[in-house]
């Protein structure tokens, strides 16, 4: 397109626009005349679904409005079909004209506002005029919150999928290991402190039993009057388990039997772990001025548990 073409393009585009808002206008100041009060311009960009500034810019011809606005536009102030579709012709003419230009066209009620200078927007009158249509001028105001058609953000696109952060998974799994063992550190050695604290000490306990005078020892009956059976006692022992018991004492020991000097005796324990052993079942002792005591150990071999020490 040559220079004096295109000048004469936007001349008859500018023309064209003014005659649609020329229109407009004519169509706005019939509804005033047909209902006895202006026209409420935030009302009607609320249904337009556009900003107050965007009906000023379309009533002085500085924007071209959509094909969708428009019709609401008309319809809003009560066009007939006949204008209706001789405006929208005429604003299809201007957009066809202005498809190879810079200029923007509004987008329609979704579409983003183009805001325009700053214009004067005189008091609405509550009876306008006979002789003349009033002169529309727009004003900069800031739009009210209702007014402005609802925004949505756009959804958003799907895409492959983000990588996974390995340092994050990795501290993840670190902090997991960490706590597990913390939490079995604390049980096992919970239990453990039970077992090892929560329940009693084994203890043996003897005394000296019924007098064993005359009875047969090892190799010669017993005479001295201080012979006597030792009673042996197992307290807080397994349950169910068998122990060897064996007398020891500090003098009088004979060399024939085993290392204490006398022979070793199987004592067995109940369901609570105590275990009972007196008279001819067990070890007698004849010697005075001495001390005897027992010796516990077990088959599965536990560790020796000593008795309390008995002055004879």
Not at 216 to 231: L, R
């Amino acid at each position: 397109m040559t220079p004096g073409h295109e000048a004469n393009s936007t001349t008859s585009r500018e023309d064209l626009m003014a005659g649609l808002a020329r229109d407009l206008r004519r169509l706005v100041h019939l509804a005033e005349r047909r209902t006895g009060h202006a026209v409420d311009k935030s009302a009607l960009a609320r249904r337009m679904c556009v900003s107050r500034n965007s009906v000023y810019a379309y009533l002085d011809g500085r924007r071209l409005p959509s094909v969708a606005v428009l019709d609401v536009m008309l319809r809003e102030l009560g066009a007939s079909a006949d204008e209706r579709l001789k405006l929208g012709g005429a604003r299809d003419a201007i957009a066809d004209l202005r498809h190879r230009d810079s200029e923007l066209i509004d987008s329609g009620p979704t579409g983003p506002e183009l805001t325009g200078p700053e214009h004067t927007e005189p008091a609405d009158s509550a009876a306008p005029a006979e002789h003349s249509p009033p002169a529309y001028r727009s004003v900069q105001e800031p739009t009210p919150a209702a007014s402005r058609p609802p925004t949505q953000d756009p959804a958003p696109e799907a895409g492959p999928e983000p990588p996974l952060d390995r340092r994050r998974l990795s501290n993840r799994a670190r902090w997991l290991i960490l706590t597990g063992t913390v939490v079995v550190l604390v049980v096992g050695l919970g239990l453990a402190g039970w077992s090892f604290w929560g329940r009693p000490t084994p203890t043996v306990v003897i005394h000296k039993g019924v007098s064993a005078v005359g009875r047969p020892g090892t190799h010669h009956p017993c005479t001295d009057p201080s012979c006597a059976y030792v009673n042996i006692r197992l307290e807080h022992f397994k349950p169910h388990h068998t122990y060897l018991a064996t007398c020891k004492s500090t003098g009088g020991m004979d060399p024939l039997e085993n290392r204490s000097g006398f022979a070793s005796r199987r004592i067995s324990t109940d369901h609570k772990g105590n275990g009972t052993l007196a008279g001819s079942a067990s070890c007698l002792w004849g010697y005075q001025a001495t001390q005897l005591w027992v010796t516990v150990e077990s088959i599965d071999g536990i560790p020796p548990i000593n008795s309390n020490r008995v002055d004879w």
